[in-house]
């Protein structure tokens, strides 16, 4: 059966870059590799025909044979080709370099700091913070203590008594990596003694018990900026826990909770208040006490203010977080009708009410339409 081309078998055309060829190869052999096709015989030969022809394309010498002479190559026994037997499994040149490149997706890789240790970023942490209404409004610095796993002081974070008692691993070397036979090619993997370490600890560190690092209590200030509200988080860079033989630090999110005030509601940097009035300071008018943000201010209520009225203070809301200004307030009057009269009271309305009648229309003009429309609809 004749073989495929290798180009087509890639999926890549005749005057692909080296980059192309490998990326084309690395995902047949993502998708066709023997682990994550247990007992698939056809994905094991496919893989199979993906590694022979990525070895020779990536190859400069042998795809300069192969692009002259085809397949033939391999009958005339060109160097790399294994002649009569087929491709030469045995002499990948280049090809075991960057193979454990290819399948870093199979068994994961690691940053190796000092002396081949793996290096490991420290883990991000969060601190709940809540806030009075004020403070987010007008920003908040504080102090807090952060309990954080930081690099141990007695061993700096070599997990050992002393630098005596640290011994190459024998297994990998120092490496911290030991290669596994794969049928036709082998892979790199974490070495089974050290765990990836390179080394073993003979003495541990008696402050740290060889872990490299201790769980300290870790203060520090953080200035919360106007205008930040319940859900937002703020982020302090390298203020996680330390990280593992010389990895970074991880970050310290500050997660925002905004305690909820007994007069104002907050939509979005305005603020809103609900004012209640008498139902006589509606009618006249009148000069009210408000509260706000910067303390108590004087609204005036003009004659014959409706319920539910609103009135703007501006600059009275919440900075805005990214600067330039503040929100408004809007203060919402509430007009109460008294629940209980006495016989005075009561006797004095019905005089208002008996001299009202001539002109009902126009002072209660809501209540005049509401008649005027029942009246067309029921009669």
């Known amino acids: 059966m004749a073989k495929q081309d290798y180009y087509e078998l890639l999926g ?35 893989f199979r025909d993906a590694s022979e022809a990525y070895a020779v394309l990536s190859d400069k010498q042998k795809r300069a044979q192969y692009d002259q002479f085809g ?61 009075s209404f004020e403070e987010a409004a007008f920003g908040h610095s504080t102090e807090i203590s952060i309990p954080r796993l ?16 640290v011994e190459v691993c024998p297994i990998c070397q120092g490496s911290g990596q030991q290669r596994i036979q794969q049928g036709f090619f082998s892979v790199a993997t974490t070495c089974s003694r050290c765990h990836g370490e390179g080394r073993i600890i003979r003495v541990p560190c008696p402050e740290c018990s060889g872990a490299g690092r201790t769980r300290q209590t870790h203060r520090l200030r953080v200035n919360i900026p106007p205008g930040v509200d319940s859900g937002a988080r703020l982020k302090l860079s390298g203020e996680g826990e330390d990280g593992l033989n010389g990895g970074p630090a991880g970050d310290l999110y500050i997660a925002i909770s905004v305690k909820p005030h007994p007069f104002f509601k907050r939509e979005m940097d305005d603020i809103h208040i609900d004012v209640p009035i008498s139902f006589i300071q509606a009618a006249i008018g009148d000069e009210i006490v408000v509260p706000t943000l910067d303390g108590k201010v004087e609204l005036k209520v003009p004659p014959g203010t409706q319920s539910h009225r609103n009135f703007r203070l ?34 004095l309305l019905k005089e208002f009410d008996e ?22 609809l029921f009669d």
């Open 12 to 46: 890549v055309p005749r005057d692909a870059s080296n980059d192309d060829i490998k990326r084309a190869y690395r995902k047949l052999a993502l998708k066709f590799h023997p682990d994550r096709n247990p007992g698939d015989k056809e994905a094991e030969q496919k």
């Open 71 to 131: 397949h033939t190559a391999e009958e005339m026994g060109a160097p790399g080709f294994g002649g009569q037997g087929g491709f030469d499994f045995g002499n990948f040149g280049g090809f075991s370099d960057v193979f454990g490149d290819i399948f870093s997706d199979f068994f994961g890789g690691q940053t190796r700091g000092r002396g081949g240790r793996a290096m490991q970023r420290g883990a991000d942490l969060q601190y709940n913070m809540e806030i």
């Open 150 to 165: 930081e690099t141990c002081g007695q061993c700096g974070g070599l997990g050992a008594k002393s630098s005596k008692d």
């Open 314 to 347: 501006r600059n009275r809301g919440i900075a805005h977080l990214r600067g330039g200004g503040r929100g408004d307030q809007f203060v919402r009057v509430i007009v109460e009708i008294p629940s209980k009269l006495n016989a005075r009271q009561k006797e």
């Open 355 to 376: 001299e009202d009648q001539q002109k009902r229309a126009e002072r209660y003009p809501l209540v005049s339409k509401f008649v005027e429309k029942f009246k067309e």
